[in-house]
């Protein structure tokens, strides 16, 4: 379609006469185009100059406006080196001009219209920067191969140079690529291309200009040269970046020179700019410099609009690139689908990701449009680097009439968007007025909170005196505020840090109310989250409280997450974060009654199975990078204990323990090959050290594996042929009683089959072949005299109590030989096979009901056995809950009653009474 038929608004001329001049010079161009031509050069000094200068060139030009582009950027690359500024200014006037009608017109987009700018920056740096070396060069001053680069920062970026726009670049250089006592000499030959680059770019000629060209967003430019090594700026970023900076790389891009070191550089900035946890602490830097701007510039609070500015003043451009840089910056480093360059492709993601609203951001969209129109219109008057409004009615008129519109309709239409920005986005910034001062209930505790770690800083110091007031009005609903208090007090002490945290708390007060009933109910729980504080990242995520996903939703998730890891040890920790949010988030379903003790279990488990299926693909790729593949058909993961049982609470370890296949095969085939046993022994090793090692995020499983044949004798890891013959041949009881609760929970499908095949088969062929009844008895007499109940509450230890109806539920499975693995499923199959009466197996599910609920709550609440005076009446409340009970004497009773009842079925079914 024709340049013309694609015209679908035009300005009106301000000045009609110079308008009917320039389109007369022209000839017959169209009525659309000849009105397009004399709105533009009746409204704009500038643009009728580039019209009368370039006539010959532009009509044929709007017969194909994106061809004549591409034909403008391609032509300097035609230029001798001596000519290359010249051939540069020509396709700045013919780029300029053919956007400027492109976008007056309405034949393209504010994209395309920005885009072509920035293209045309892309081109004139790149050119130049090699045109250079490459003189350099040819003279023998610097080496052909110069890892030498260019990043476009802010909207050059990002694709969003407005018309009259300076470019801010920051150029480095790859040292790596050069002898060390060459440095000093290098780096002088690149400094004076970097000179010689801005003075090709920007010196004004007879004939114009390239772009302004800006070189102080480059690390600590008051005293470092113009370019720097890229090693010494990502030094610079990791000591002392700043927010600013972090805000500038969101934009940043490399544009010029050696593009795939510039990529790498970029990359190595990834974890600067995109923190791993939510960054609130971003938006007060950000006010922050709001702030400092509207001060240094004198802008202040005035919304009038002669001399207003549309870029730093209120409701401009600048508050809706901030709202959406420092919300990215924010979440961008748990989602990486917020890490975009645009300000309308942010606003986008945000709302997509949740983090916006669609009517928010669709509405920032719709004025960011606006106000870039307006700010182009500006700029075009003169070709002039401004972003303010006229001062006079003379100026406005101008403006109006290249809107296309009148005086009166424009000054509404600004000051509603104005208002409209600046509401949207003070909010954010600026949530409210100062809080009035806290009510304390305690000073004693919280005079000391000032020698804290978490508040040492000043700035966290003026943070938490923000949330203090909502803090103590938290605290103080709590059914014994004075109780809730200390164990806040317990939390703050534990956090190494303070303004992460209390930023995170200023943005989204509703997480105080949680901290609040944290503190005042599980002082376990408060404990953890002051060691890893991150986990509350996910509470703002939006689906924290929605139903659990199940293990294939999570083995999925956790496998994205850690895929992302650049290493092995960055895979680890990434595990880690992982980990430690999903665990944090069933304890809270669980303090918060959304979900019950049985369902917590299978919740826990489902989450360390996904671990362990997320982690081993990552620990078989270590082993193998080092000693090759694993030798034959591999090796599965079995989760043995509560694990395989599928009911673990907030602070089980794991009982794991690893069959492999080598099916013959001697040795590994690698870069240091071992032995098959060698190998999987290696493999089971760097498993467990995986899981358990404490690493900057902590660890994340104690692993225990003394459940493999013949305990901590026998190998690590056990091929499945032996594993098949010592469960036959040579386990006692204890180990069988083990196996009924084996599940496989990583590795090969295939051995997993086979081994769920041996499990099932021993179990069928050994319940019978010895007196299990009496092993069993004389088990659970050894185990009374071991280790006698920690109190009253104790709900694993003791007659009649978890441990011990868990073991009759083991003997009853392995006397039916049936291979069911969860209690309540082990006490139905015994029912049906007669191994227990129906009242018998009745009797244990009801007291097994009750005591895991009460080991369930009380490990969530302190980590312990049950201890009344610990718990306080937050989770005193919990207990009752979570048991049915109206009263600790009701507890108590029913414990007492349902305990003496289970321990006398298991009697009955077991022989004889061990106490």
């Known amino acids: 379609m024709s340049f013309e038929a694609r015209i679908t608004r035009c300005p009106d001329p301000f000045d009609k006469d110079k308008g009917e001049e320039i389109a007369a010079e022209l000839g017959d161009t169209g009525p659309a185009v000849a009105d397009l031509l004399k709105g533009t050069a009746g409204c704009s000094p500038y643009l009728a100059g580039l019209i009368r200068r370039e006539q010959d060139w532009l009509l044929p030009a709007l017969d194909d406006p994106e061809a004549a582009l591409g034909a403008a950027l391609d032509a300097p690359g035609e230029a001798e080196t001596d000519d290359l500024g010249a051939a540069l200014r020509q396709a700045k006037r013919r780029v300029a001009l053919l956007t400027a009608l492109a976008d007056l017109g309405g034949v393209w987009s504010l994209e395309e219209v920005t885009g072509a700018i920035s293209r045309l920056a892309d081109r004139a740096v ?230 916006v609203g669609e009517d928010v951001a669709t509405s920032l969209t719709h004025h960011y449009r606006q106000h870039r129109e307006v700010e182009h219109r500006l700029q075009m008057i003169g070709d002039a680097q401004t972003h303010s409004l006229p001062t006079n009615d003379e100026g406005f008129d101008r403006l109006a009439a290249f809107m296309g519109t009148d005086r009166a309709t424009l000054k509404r239409d600004l000051s509603d968007r104005l208002e409209a920005v600046d509401s949207l986005t003070e909010g954010f910034f600026a949530p409210g007025a100062t809080p009035p001062a806290a009510t304390r209930f305690d000073s004693a505790v919280s005079e000391r909170w000032q020698t804290y770690p978490a508040l040492r800083s000043r700035r966290a110091q003026e943070i938490f005196k923000r949330i203090e007031p909502k803090l103590y009005a938290q605290l103080q609903e709590a059914a014994r505020p004075e109780e809730a208090l200390s164990q806040f007090d317990g939390f703050l002490r534990g956090l190494p840090a303070g303004v992460q945290l209390f930023s995170l708390f200023d943005a989204n007060p509703q997480l105080l109310g949680l901290i609040a009933d944290i503190c005042s109910t599980a002082p376990a729980l408060a404990a953890y989250l002051s060691r890893n504080a991150g986990v509350l990242d996910a509470v703002i995520g939006g689906d924290f409280f929605s139903p659990w996903p199940g293990v294939e939703h999570l083995s999925k998730d956790m496998s994205e997450e850690i895929g992302r890891a650049t290493d092995y040890e960055a895979a680890l920790d990434a595990a880690r974060r992982w980990a430690k949010e999903w665990h944090f988030r069933v304890g809270v379903h669980h303090l918060r009654g959304l979900v019950g003790a049985e369902e917590v279990g299978k919740d826990y488990a489902d989450l360390a199975e996904a671990v362990v299926a997320g982690i081993w693909p990552h620990v078989v790729a270590e082993v193998t990078r080092r000693h090759g593949p694993p030798p034959g058909h591999g090796a599965v993961v079995l989760g043995m204990g509560s694990l395989g049982a599928r009911r673990l609470n907030a602070t089980s370890d794991l009982d794991l323990i690893v069959i492999y296949d080598a099916d013959g095969a001697e040795s590994s085939d690698g870069p240091r090959p071992l032995t098959s046993r060698a190998y999987y022994a290696k493999l089971t090793q760097a498993l467990v050290t995986a899981l358990s090692a404490a690493m900057a995020e902590g660890r994340l499983y104690e692993v225990d594996m003394r459940l493999r044949p013949s305990g901590r004798q026998g190998p690590v890891a056990t091929a499945l042929s032996a594993f098949e013959t010592y469960q036959l041949t040579e386990a006692w009881t204890w180990e069988h009683l083990a196996l009924t609760r084996a599940r496989t929970i990583a590795g090969d499908p295939a051995l997993a089959k086979d081994v769920e095949a041996v499990r099932c088969k021993v179990l069928a062929d050994r319940g019978g072949s010895r007196d299990v009844r009496a092993d069993v008895a004389e088990m659970r007499g050894r185990i009374a005299a071991a280790k006698a109940p920690q109190g009253q509450y104790d709900a694993k230890i003791g007659r009649g109590r978890l441990q011990d109806i868990e073991l009759c539920a083991q003997a009853a499975t392995l006397l039916s030989g049936g291979s069911a693995r969860e209690v309540p499923d082990q006490l139905a199959l015994g029912a049906t096979a007669g191994i227990l009466t129906d009242d018998q197996a009745a009797t244990l599910q009801r007291a097994s009901a009750l005591f895991w609920s009460l080991q369930s709550a009380s490990r969530l609440l302190t980590g312990a056995p049950l201890d009344l005076d610990a718990v306080g009446e937050g989770g005193l409340r919990l207990i009752l809950r979570e048991t049915g009970m109206e009263s600790v004497d009701a507890l108590r009773q029913t414990m007492t009653e349902l305990g003496d009842a289970a321990a006398a079925a298991i009697d009955e079914v077991l022989g004889g009474e061990h106490a």
């Open 126 to 355: 790149d050119l130049g920067l090699k045109r250079l070396l490459a003189t350099e060069a040819e003279r023998g001053r610097l080496p052909e191969k110069h890892g030498m680069f260019v990043l476009a920062m802010g909207k050059g970026g990002a694709f969003e140079l407005n018309y009259s726009s300076d470019i801010d670049l920051i150029v480095l250089f790859d040292e790596t690529q050069h002898d060390a006592d060459a440095y000093d000499e290098v780096r002088a030959g690149f400094v004076k291309v970097t000179k010689r680059l801005v003075s090709l770019l920007s010196d004004q000629r007879s004939d114009g200009y390239v772009f302004r060209t800006d070189l102080r967003l480059r690390p600590d430019a008051s005293v470092t040269p113009v370019c720097i090594a890229a090693g010494a700026a990502e030094t610079y970023y990791e000591s002392v970046g700043r927010t600013w900076e972090r805000a500038a790389y969101i934009k940043a891009r490399a544009c010029a020179g050696d593009i795939a070191a510039g990529e790498r550089f970029l990359k190595t900035l990834r974890p600067f700019v995109w923190r791993k946890h939510l960054d609130f602490a971003a938006i007060q830097d950000a006010h922050d410099m709001r702030l400092r701007i509207r001060d240094h510039k004198g802008f202040g609070r005035s919304a009038a609009l002669p001399g207003h500015d549309m870029k730093l003043g209120r409701g401009g451009i600048r508050e809706i690139e901030f709202f959406t840089q420092t919300r990215q910056l924010i979440a961008g480093g748990r989602d990486p689908s917020l890490q975009v360059r645009g300000t309308v492709e942010g606003l986008s993601a945000l709302a997509a990701a949740g983090w």
